[in-house]
């Protein structure tokens, strides 16, 4: 219990209109439920046999994601394009479902572990008396809606169709952090105002406009009366709420592959990921808006403003624990020595960014948006101060948990439309969710652009703004709010809506990402590394350049972070006792790590005979972000950036020489160590520093085990 | 429920002694219970009030480990090894369990929470309808026996106790998965017969020694008087097979720092790895056997002949199923170009070492032992298939995955001292038990030691076997076994012994391991690395060494596995095409992988100049072993494997280059890319290939971003 975090599904008990006293009948359900011979040893057996029916199902969900890597091994071979891994795996997921659905028939002996007993409440605990033993039960959640007697034929589907909290708990917190901890920071940072503007107002102005249009259609329908139960203005804005967050993960995985124009990719990134911690705490706060204005579901303008309040609180409460729990980690891994030991700093590294979703939980506040940011602050600080294996293997893991736990959802959701046992289709219901949802996007994207347009000095393009609107996909965030809580008809309706809205906008959006892409005449292709070369030879002018381009609260924060955070929570940046006025000169010293002096030395000495090492060195501690598709293929990257673009500094250099390094050893392994003859080892430029392309010479041999 | 695995604690409710008719009373427990006000909005407060308790306990965990990793780094700092990490972990969770215990009052409105309701019968699921909706509830386990009325007092400590089948679902896995992927497979398969057994016959003698003396001991306390429930001589055997298991993390640890030597080593692990495998399936087949004479619990010839036919069955089973589903690995890996994507690679890999747990479960064996060979026949074969950043990516993942759970299990313990709730110290019980462990040791290395030195070339000296003795300590198994059933008054004055044990070992025996070391004048500080080198110039001479010290049985294995099975799950070893008689031709061409035919160019021109180029194919494709210790700490290593070494082929030299080069990464980065001058860059040796030493300019730079 203590373990597998269950919420117990919260927000579900509250919503019975009736409240009956004591209701004290036990049914026992079942064949054999009500007779005497079902003893002790029985019960072992089937407990062994049910234990034995949850490892085939998973086993069921092992195999999905494993068919799901080998397809898509074949299309990355194939360079088969159209379909996105998620796509695939929601295909296989569906074809499951299907065979699940119609092809299994569940033994009957299964039902006989069901027993009904009758109380007045739901707690999350029960204990039950058995021969003077107490067995303790948790609650694992409602049952649909008056199918207590016909439970027992659907039982394997419904085991299949687990906890929906495992994607709140579980699934998404790696996914969610992966997405910060992997931000391409200076790109987000140079569209940081727009990127806010879309997420924040956007995603409000998208909730309101289809938690309008939905309610429009709901009332038609309930006048033509094909409304089967209760629909409330706040169950529009829930819907609102839900379908308004874009999924990070499909058509930037494209993007990142094409190298499509990387504003255009960090707008879309930076919304989507912020996005959904937006629709997170909105929808929360509407629930928690409902209660309010039980009876009624009205509009009320003190319960709005409450609603507003709550929203406000959860979201910087949240963002401020995320935060804290990153800077202690810089903090600890600045102050100790952890580096030597790269397996203790990962551990501590995934304990503390773990810790951080159970503390925002326990505060009450909101734990996947705690974890973005606290992947952000871990990003942009504590990755300075990780070693060099640390920084591999941080990556390389929450890569690796991303991957399995989206690909999991995906296949989960494409299971679902087929497993799940309440659905609620109805065909006005859907088209009006379409069209919300196209309006709703259309509302979000287009007003903004034009009023951002007025203060940006490079325009977001009407192609850009077209592409906008046809990229945002619904995914893992919306299916995983909107299958929270499935208790009410409304919520039904809502959920099988999103369902087809994910389907649809993945495979059709998704797939139509590179025409549509063509068709707008969005350059392809972009080399965003050529970029950076230029201008870091001209020695920081890039830095300028997104220091001018941005406002001036930016700027401010930039010269902040840059002096006094940077210095003080890694070994980056000039020392403290520089930026720091003299009379905090003591403590500037002791928080000072020696490495700051060194560098220093490199801020003065930029133009020195000293810029290979510097290269090297900074491309060592650089700032770099993470950034591989979620798929794990590299994209292909044929030119190399010369040595003399090293220089450039602490931005996402040092990902594309990655890159590069990538390609080379791939060339290298493929051909079996014949090396590339176009590729000759360089002569040392320095006596006492050998040149960075030579490096030590152990270091290599240790890659290749 | 699909998700998190639960066993349902399938032991537990089978041993009611009576099974009262309906006895449909319901208690309400708590102040608040009985009362109209306990709505359903209460309810959904509570439940969330129950998810934060959670994340709560869950936080005190991921604190305790983050505390210990903190610790592990000081002490490793400070070259303080008297107290290993694991030991540590036991006594941060004292002090939280005493904390716990004894500083924190649960708050009364967490007993509002619980409702009893008394049946018949304890089914895995229960529905309970609340006002006509249904909730479904999951069986936890029981609580203990009798306190059903106390048990809103200690609420927060059975919650922080949680259940014991996480143990076997979650936190072992990955821990045997680790010790078999990362065994030193060239000592090991050196030592096999011996290994086995210790690790078979010592086990099932050490089990019945602990049992028959147990039994005395128990008699002994029934006529005092001093017992204080049943006991049956089934209960005595089923102690011996839970005290059995050694522990591979503790000792081995130190041994692996300590450089002890390299033979010794193997016996100690290899026995305490299979060892964990043996204890549970004889656990198990004990618990099998009880049924048979449920009454009785005397000796039945028959019922013994049946548990020793289920333990044959059972182990067989999963040893076959780990290994098929690692031989699948293999070809999957080997026939698909998988490697070009790593993290896909990874992610395979990953997914089909958990689908063998899974499978095994399913199919009724045992998870954890499937597991084990699955990781053996992964490291053999499919750690040849794999591209080198996925080699690096999955000994790091299960690294860490062992890292966590290891630490989790041990600060677990010493949380569980304080509170479990139904502890059964028995001072005679817990002496005799001492007595049992020490003499059921002794009974096993001693006299199995003297008969295999008959045989064996190279002795197992007296001073090896009081090192074995004094080295069996008690670890994470024996008290995932030992919990994993708390139900009768025996099980848990057995699990408060174990405990004790577990304690003892890991402090004391563990703690005096160094000073046993040179009490014993065992060499301390044997360079494996220097054997190999050694040998490894005379071209194989090693390999033939090994042939030659084994029995008959391993060479023909030996020469099987380099002849046909290698060549047909990796890309080593030579091609089929040679080793198969010619009639197999178009099969033998169509699995035979590109690479094998270079290889068979290798096997032939050893001597040729192309051996260095030959030396770097090697240990890029040899059969490493991983083998860093469960700390992290990389093994202090100052001697360079000298290049001509390089040759020596496919055991676990790789392993010793790895470790060196880390070695210099840590003096690299210590001291900021100054290079350590006592190691120039050697001049190419040939004119078309670079040496070795320099290998393509770009490969290196990627590991320093």
Request: proline residues 5%.
């Amino acid at each position: 219990m203590g373990f597998t975090l269950r919420r117990f599904l919260g927000g579900k008990p509250s919503k019975a209109p009736l409240l009956l006293p004591f209701l004290l009948t036990l049914l026992l359900v079942g064949s054999r439920g009500d007779s005497n011979a079902m003893d002790n040893v029985a019960t072992e057996r089937m407990a062994e046999e049910s234990h034995r029916q949850d490892s085939a199902n998973l086993l069921i969900f092992i195999m999905l994601l494993t068919l799901t890597i080998l397809t898509i091994w074949l299309f990355k071979h194939r360079r088969f394009r159209f379909l996105h891994e998620t796509g695939l795996a929601m295909i296989y997921g569906l074809l499951v479902g299907v065979i699940l659905r119609f092809g299994i028939h569940v033994p009957q002996s299964m039902s006989d572990v069901i027993l009904s007993c009758a109380v007045n409440a739901s707690p999350a605990t029960l204990l039950v008396n058995v021969s003077g033993r107490f067995y303790e039960y948790t609650l694992k959640g409602e049952v649909s809606r008056g199918k207590g007697h016909q439970v027992q034929d659907d039982e394997m589907l419904r085991k299949v169709t687990f906890d929906p909290e495992v994607f709140f708990n579980i699934l998404l917190p790696p996914i969610i952090f992966h997405a910060g901890y992997s931000l391409k920071r200076r790109h987000f940072f140079r569209n940081i105002g727009s990127i806010l503007a879309y997420a924040f107002m956007g995603t409000v102005i998208s909730c309101f406009v289809i938690g309008l249009i939905m309610y429009g259609f709901v009332s038609f329908m309930k006048v033509v009366g094909q409304l089967g139960g209760d629909f409330y203005f706040t169950d529009c804005l829930f819907f609102g709420a839900i379908v308004s967050a874009t999924d990070p993960v499909t058509v930037l995985a494209i993007f990142n592959e094409l190298k499509v124009d990387v504003d255009l990719y960090a707008l879309l990134f930076g919304e989507s990921v912020l996005n959904d911690a937006v629709a997170i705490v909105l929808s929360s706060s509407i629930v928690a808006y409902q209660p309010a204005g039980d009876n009624s579901h009205s509009f009320e303008a003190m319960a709005m403003l409450k609603s507003f309040g709550i929203f406000l609180g959860v979201f910087s409460g949240s963002f401020a624990l995320g935060v804290a729990t990153g800077v202690m980690t810089a903090f600890v891994t600045k102050f100790t020595k952890l580096r030597d030991f790269p397996l203790l700093e990962t551990a501590l590294f995934f304990l503390m960014s773990w810790s951080t979703f159970l503390l925002a939980e326990a505060c009450g506040f909101t734990g996947v948006v705690a974890v973005l940011f606290c992947g952000i602050t871990q990003a942009h600080y504590t990755y300075n101060n990780l070693s060099p294996e640390s920084q591999d293997r941080t990556k390389q893991l929450f890569e690796l948990l991303n991957f399995l736990a989206e690909n999991f959802i995906f296949s989960y959701m494409g299971l679902t439309l087929f497993s799940f046992q309440s659905h609620v289709f109805n065909p006005l219901f859907i088209i009006g969710a379409f069209v919300a949802v196209f309006l709703g996007r259309a509302a979000n994207i287009y007003p903004l652009s034009f009023l951002l347009n007025l203060g940006r000095k490079n325009k977001i393009g009407s192609n850009f703004q077209h592409v906008m609107m046809f990229a945002g996909l619904r995914g893992a965030m919306t299916f995983a709010l909107s299958i929270r809580d499935t208790a009410t008809y409304a919520r039904q309706m809502m959920f099988s809506t999103t369902l087809l809205i994910v389907f649809f906008t993945v495979w059709i959006c998704g797939g139509g990402t590179m025409p549509m892409l063509s068709f707008m005449s969005i350059p392809v292709g972009v080399d965003s590394d050529q970029e950076n070369s230029s201008s870091a030879v001209l020695d920081g002018s890039q830095r300028r350049n997104t220091k001018h381009e941005s406002a001036w609260p930016f700027r401010i924060w930039y010269n902040f972070d840059r002096n006094y955070l940077k210095p003080l929570l890694t070994h980056s940046g000039p020392p403290l006792t520089a930026t720091l006025p003299a009379c905090c000169g003591p403590l500037a010293r002791c928080l000072t790590s020696p490495q700051a002096y060194e560098n220093e030395g490199q801020l003065h000495d930029d133009d020195s005979d000293f810029i290979l090492n510097d290269a090297s060195v900074s491309s060592m501690y650089a700032d770099v972000t993470v950034s591989t598709d979620a798929s794990g293929s590299r994209t292909v990257n044929p030119k190399r950036s010369s040595a003399a673009s090293t220089g450039g500094g602490p931005f996402d250099e040092g990902l594309d020489h990655e890159l590069a390094t990538a390609e080379h050893e791939v060339a290298i392994r493929g051909t079996r160590l014949v090396l590339p003859m176009d590729d000759p080892v360089e002569p040392p430029t320095t006596v006492t520093l050998p040149p960075p392309p030579s490096p030590p010479r152990s270091e290599p041999r240790r890659h290749r085990l």
